[in-house]
């Protein structure tokens, strides 16, 4: 059975080190949520990267947390520090902290306290391309993502780029954790459903917010 015959409307976790978990966060959560990341991007405003070759992302990000994941023409690496403002990165909120580190619990990690959140700020025809979640000092610690705003098909392949790749809906109040077994397998985001999900003012119209929890340093 595939995962995409798999992932229904329950939590499951499947194959081993995937752990999905449906409509974690209430509307009303999901809401708090989107006050604490407006405050985070009062001090640590979004910005957009490029990669090696200065290509330009596809849509913005930012971060919070000791460390903050950033990109460009040297390369992917953490800083301590906003690329333009040069100013530290606003602390992870403690709810948002303890959110990730209870659903990492969920998945059977104990112990998980990360150091580092990047937020994606995706446009209504954001996506990402198929990658490996690999700049971490320590690739033992789990991935913890929370999914807000529209709806998101989501591919997962697996420790290789040639692997089989299966889809999904991460809707708002989703959870999906990475570990173990799986922690380095590609991910990706193959498009977003506009019309889904709830808004709010720091979204582009029809736009999503991926917020992934690292244990970076």
């Not at 009062?42 to 947390?65: Q, V």
């Not at 000791?66 to 606003?90: C, F, K, M, N, Q």
């Not at 112990?111 to 690739?139: S, T, W």
Request: one cysteine or more; a positive charge.
């Amino acid at each position: 059975m595939s995962l995409t015959d798999l992932f229904g409307e329950t939590a499951d976790v499947v194959p081993q080190g995937v752990s999905l978990q449906r409509s974690v966060f209430s509307m009303e959560e999901i809401s708090r949520q989107f006050t604490m990341i407006a405050e985070v991007l009062a001090l640590s405003p979004p910005f957009r990267p490029c990669m090696r070759n200065g290509t330009p992302f596809g849509h913005d990000i930012s971060n919070c947390g000791a460390l903050g994941w950033i990109s460009d023409t040297r390369g992917y690496r953490y800083s301590r520090r906003h690329p333009e403002t040069g100013v530290a990165w606003s602390p992870i909120p403690a709810a948002l902290r303890d959110a990730a580190m209870a659903a990492a619990a969920r998945a059977g990690v104990a112990d998980f306290v990360p150091d580092a959140c990047l937020i994606n700020l995706y446009g209504p025809k954001g996506r990402m391309g198929l990658h490996q979640d690999r700049d971490e000092a320590d690739l033992t610690c789990p991935i913890v993502s929370f999914s807000l705003g529209a709806d998101a098909v989501f591919a997962l392949g697996g420790l290789e780029r040639r692997d089989p790749v299966s889809r999904f809906t991460l809707r708002a109040g989703d959870v999906l954790v990475l570990h173990g077994p799986s922690r380095l397998r590609f991910h990706g985001v193959d498009r977003l459903r506009p019309a889904s999900g709830p808004r709010h003012a720091i979204l582009p119209e029809g736009g999503r917010i991926n917020l992934t929890f690292r244990r970076a340093g």
